[in-house]
Each structure stands twice: as C-alpha cells, then as structure tokens.
C-alpha cells in the first residue's frame, strides 16, 4: 500500500519505492512532516512548535498556532500565514481569506484523469493510489481536494488540487497553485532552466539565500526563458550523491515556480498557475482544477532524479503509438532551403533521402498561401499550387512510392495580418478593441479561447492530413503574447485568457491525436520555446531549439535532460559551417550530439559530396540500429559543459547489455591532461566489446578508470558503442 492514513494520530504515509512523505492533521490543518528516504512509523514528534511568533499572529486568542511558522500543506493567504500562498480568493463580501480544514479524506486506487489538462496516467490500476485530501472554508463555503497520485514504482507523486464553490455567490481565485511543500531548513541549493530562443535550457544552480526565488513567464507559453520546474538539493549534492527533489508542472502556459527561504530559516517551494496573470470567477456550485505538478525525490543525486522523471514523462505522459517504438530517422526542409523550394527541389531531396535511407522527409514552413517569407498566410492552410502544382499529394505519392514518408509545418495558433483568413476575420486574434496590435515575426495569436477559432484550426489542420500521405506534423509557435484580450469573454475575465487559451490548445490537439493516431506530432516554438510537459502529453517529441549548433546543443541538451527524457529532444545532424554559429564541426562530431534524441538532418542531401552522403547513409544505419536502445535506455550526464572544456554522457539499455557514450571537446588546451570518461550504470562483472575498435573492457574498468578521450582537437569527438559479450 502505498498510501496510509493512521486515524489514531492522522498521519498520512505516502511511500514509494525508495522515499516516504508524511503528513498530518492538527487542529484541522493539514502539516508537512518529511519528505525523504523511507521511513516508517509515527512521525509525530516531527512537529515541532517553536512559539516563534516575531510579530506573527496566533490564531484564536493567541491558543492557537502561530500560522506562519508551521509547515502547511496548502497554504492559503487571509489569515495569519504572510509567506507565499498557495491559494488566494476573492469572497462576495470583499474579504479576502480562506481558512482551510480537513474534513475528510478519500484513498483511491488508480488515477483518474484531469478533464480538460494534461497529466500522467496510468495503465492499470494497480500503477497508483491517490489520495483526496477534503478541506472546507466553513464560512465562505469553499471547498479543496488536494489530490496525491503515488506512482510507487516509479518514484513519482504528482499533486494536483480542485477548488469548488459551495456557496451561492460567485468567488473570484486569485491564485491556485497546483502544490506547494514546507521544507524546515534553507540548506538547499536552487536548480533551474534559464535561456533565450537558440540558447535554452542553461543551468543555473545557487545556493538558497533570504527572499523569493522566482523562475516564471507571463509570456503567454511556457518560454525559452525559463522552463515550468524547480529542482532543490542538499549544497553538496552531485550527480550520484545527495537530496534532490524536483517539482516539474504539467502546463505550456503561464506558470510560476518559487522557493522562498523565510525568517525563520524555513524554505517554502510553490509551483503553478502564475498569479500575476490569471484570476478566475467561480460561480456557485462550479469547480476549477489546477494543472498537475510532479514531484520526485531522490537521495542519491540528480542522475536518479532525472531518471526518475523521464522515465516516468516517457512512459506515463507521452502517449500514443510513437511512445514506445524508435522515431523515424527525418530530414527537416527548413535549413535545406528555408522558403526557397519549390516541387521539384523537394522531389529530388526526397529522392536523395531515399538513397541516403532516410526514412521521412518533412516540408517546413513555405507550402501554403502565398508564403514564400515569413510576413504573411498564416492562417491560409491550403497549398501554394504556384510552388507546389500537384499539392502534397504529388510529393508523398512519389516519396510513398520510393518508401520515404512525408511529414508537413503548420503553425496553427498564429495569423498573419496579410492573409485571407485575417481580412475574414479581423477580429479573431487575441487583442483588445482599443489598443494597438502588437506582431511578433508579422504574426497574431489566434484567440484559442473561442470555440469557433478552435474548431477552424482543427479543421485546417485535420483537412490536409484527411488527404493522406502526411505521417508526421511540426507543430510551430514563434512568438509570445502580448495585448492578449479576448473580446468574447467579459471585461472582468480578462485575466482568464491564459488559462482558456490552453484549454483550447489541448482541447484541439486532443481531437486531432484522436483522429490521426498514426501521425507524429512535434512540438516546436522557435525550438524550445515551449519545451514543457504540457506539451508532451500530446506530442512525444519537441525541436529541442533553433540552435542546431552541436556544440551549442551540448549545453541545450545537457539542460533540458534535467527533468525530460532524451526521446523528447528532437536533435539533427546540421550542415558545416553551421548556420547559426558559423561554428565548423566535424561530420562524426554533429552524428554524436545528435544520436542521443529522436535523430535527423537538417541539410541539404543534394548539396553533400560523396563521402558526406556516405556518412549520411552509415549514421541513419547506426541511429536505426541503436535509436530504441537509445530512447528507452538510461541517460548519464557524465562531463557538464557548462563547466568543463568538454561533454560526455552515455545511455545504458535497462539490461545493461549496451551502452552508448559520447565525449565532446569543447576547447583545446595546449598540453592537455590526460582525459578520461568513467562511464555510469553498467555490469561491474561484464565484459564489454567497444564496437568500432574491438577492445574489450570489464564493466568497474569502465566505470571506475574509464575511457581515454582525445584531447588535442577542439570540436572533436568520440562515439563509443559497447556490448556485453560475457
Ligand atoms: C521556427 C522553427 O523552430 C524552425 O525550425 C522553422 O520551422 C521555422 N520556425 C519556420 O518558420
């Protein structure tokens, strides 16, 4: 069992494989008692009251507890607690407080989904226990179920948390985070994404320090700058050793991540919806749900960590029939030929993928209405028959018939201002009547909170893949909002728009995964713009960022595998010099960083020499032999690029059999030390064969000494496939 609720003392235990969160109930408020490896038994005496009140008041004739100084489950703003609230509301009568207090419980088996949202599930039940934890405001009628999924097997608990109006006037919520935890020490270090478009994803880690931490967007997607997770660690934790907990939000929105230390050298971490830019009218008798946070804790560093996320985002998230089996190997048209093709420039790049045995070639932006820049036809998703006589249909004929798949670009949330659909319908993109409409790249935001544009973009979308031929979609989003009204909703729900707008995203991306289960589906925002677990509930793979740099992509890499699985990134072999960076990277070098996530190339076939073609064709051999392996396997950051002159990883199969390690030098040093890479995760009793050299190795040699790497060549690699052959 791995939720236990003790009546005696109102313990709650929630256990999963390798760490315990205990809870309890007191005087009708719900404490936070330990988060950390197992434990058994009553933990009671964790409570501790210190009587620090330091200007804070008790509550109730100063009998009660001093509210600011316990650990709170889900903290709510009004009464005496002055730290960050997770929750905040309006009452009818102006007053804002919400004074939560259990007044039941529910342990359920299994986990249900959440209407409307994104979330991990589950294949039987057996998978997950939940707990609903009842609280009730007993004078504004405001109900809470805070919801505990314990995946046990996969270390796992996410929170979630529903608000219900049982009042009979309507509340406005002011803030409804998805979780919140009170650690009773400041001891941590703070992890966390932070980035631009073409650098997303850095690392940045500080110590905890007095104040509020605060990583969020207000930009209307979960953005490039910083990404919707907060990962805390004891100050020396590492790789293989330490405490690491982790809150990533399942959500493309909007979003606020937060770890305050407080006065009393206490640490509250809050994760959710951000409240700067959401509010939300509750009318009486309706409910509103939060989106789901995930939770993980590991006691033996951030490898375990991040496995156990990706593990669980690759499996419980991901869904469809892409989730399990090796993406295609696909060559993207984008940095081909940007907007200059037309039919027969795609024909004879299909006709070389067919060569090269690239098994899916996908047409960029550039197909449809009169775009041939990127100032307008947004919205004008039929086919440019002056570029393409013939239509797709006429590509993936040809293509389908050489045994190559065609996959297609839209970017169904935007519009362009010069485009059929938007003299049609001025009115529907986000703005307000009264005020300038600011362009992003010469584009609006369609207002994704109407149903009517929700249904035109699904309709769109769904017609061109109805056609048939079209395997795979990249799904764009290249810019962020501003001016986001929406002129449908009332004056006072402006502040809803955020939240309705992804409700009208999944809603549209639900049906089309209904319709067209046998299409790809990859999210893309100017690459990682929107790289969140929101996302990858509906589409399994993301373009991880316009950066197709390999030795920028290290870092973008090495970043992002914090909290998501490698299958997630979409990683191409890009041409020399590359396009963004000028940067001039060997071939094997470009194949290497690439291999990791779901592989391609973002080239132009017809523009190799013979021996690159070659490589080309040996590389697509390699990633089909080794991509499962490679997307199923376990990931290990080994050598960090953000410190080091270097990166190395290597992903190990579940069995232990093979392993793929990869080494980059990122900068040469005259007379360089003498590298070496100690591999992570293998059988120390195994003997491994390295593929391209025939050496072999026991696996603790390979773990313990390692591998010699090059160090005289900058940008130079090394790619090692070992086998267990004893
Ligand atoms: C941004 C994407 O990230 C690129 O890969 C490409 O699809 C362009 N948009 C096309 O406009």
Known sequence: MSVIFDQSNGQYSLHTKNYSYIMQEKEGFLLHLYWGKKIFGDCSYMFREQGRAAFSPRMENCDGFILDDIPLEYPCWGRADMRTPALEITNPDGSVIVDLRVVGRRIEK???????????????????????????????????????????????????????????????????????????????????????????????????THGRYIMSSRRGASSHVHNPFLILTSPTADEVSGDAYGFVLVYSGNFTAEIAATQFDSARAVIGLNPDSFCWTLG???????????????????????????????????????????????LNSWEACYFGFDSERLIKIGDSCAELGIELMVIDDGWFGKRNNDNCSLGDWYVNEEKMPGGI??????????????????????????????????????????????????????????????????????????????????????????????????????????????????????????????????????????????????????????????????????????????????????????????????????????????????????????????????????????????AKGRYHRLRD?????????CTVSEDKSVCVAGYVLTHVRLYGNNERVQLRGLDPDAIYKERFTGATYRGDQLMNFGLHAPTTLEFHSILWILEKID
Not at 179 to 199: E, L, M, P, Q, Y
């Open 393 to 630: 249909k006429r590509i993936s004929d040809h293509l389908n018939a050489k045994g190559v798949k065609l996959g297609i670009w839209f970017e169904p949330e935007m519009i362009s201002p010069d485009s059929d659909l938007y003299r049609a319908h001025p009115d529907w993109c986000l703005h307000y009547d009264n005020r300038p409409r600011s362009e992003g790249r010469y584009q609006l935001i369609l207002d994704l909170t109407r149903q009517d544009v929700c249904d035109y973009i699904y309709e769109s979308v769904a017609k061109v893949l109805r056609e048939g031929g079209i395997s795979y979609v990249k799904w764009d989003f290249n810019r962020n909002m501003s001016e986001a009204g929406a002129m449908l909703l009332g004056k006072d729900r402006q502040r809803e728009v955020d939240f309705r707008y992804y409700l009208g995203l999944y809603s549209v991306l639900e049906r089309l995964n209904e319709e067209f289960p046998d299409v790809l589906f990859e999210s893309c925002s100017g690459g990682g713009g929107r790289f969140d677990a929101g996302m990858l509930y509906y589409m399994p793979q993301v373009w991880t960022s316009d950066n197709s740099d390999a030795i920028e992509r290290l870092r973008i890499q090495y970043g992002t595998s914090l909290v998501y699985p490698m299958s997630a990134m979409s990683a191409h072999v890009s041409a020399s010099p590359n396009h963004q960076t000028a940067h001039v990277t060997p071939f094997d070098t470009r194949f290497t960083v690439a291999l990791t996530g779901s592989f391609g190339y973002e080239l132009d076939p017809t523009a190799l020499s013979s021996e690159e073609q070659q490589k080309v064709r040996e590389t697509a051999e390699l990633y089909k032999e080794y991509g499962e392996m490679l």
């Open 110 to 208: 299994g986990k249900q989904g959440i209407k409307g949202l994104p979330a991990v599930y589950t294949e039987n039940e057996s998978e997950c226990e939940t707990l609903v934890v009842e609280m009730l405001d007993s004078v504004s009628n405001i109900a809470v179920e805070l919801y505990y999924c314990v995946l046990e097997d996969y270390d796992i608990i996410t929170r979630y948390t529903k608000i219900i109006n049982k009042g009979d006037s309507e509340v406005r919520i002011d803030a409804a985070a998805s979780a919140a935890v009170d650690f009773d020490h400041i001891k941590f270090d703070v992890i966390s994404n932070f980035g631009t478009h073409c650098r997303e994803r850095n690392i940045e880690r500080a110590p905890l």
């Open 284 to 330: 009486a008798g309706e409910e509103f749900t939060t989106p789901e946070c995930v939770m993980s804790y590991s006691g033996e560093g951030l490898d375990t960590l991040s496995y156990n996320f990706s593990r669980v985002f690759r499996e419980r998230l991901a869904r469809g029939k892409y989730r399990d089996v090796r993406r295609p190997v696909l």
């Open 641 to 649: 690029p953000h410190n080091e002159p270097c990166s190395a990883w």
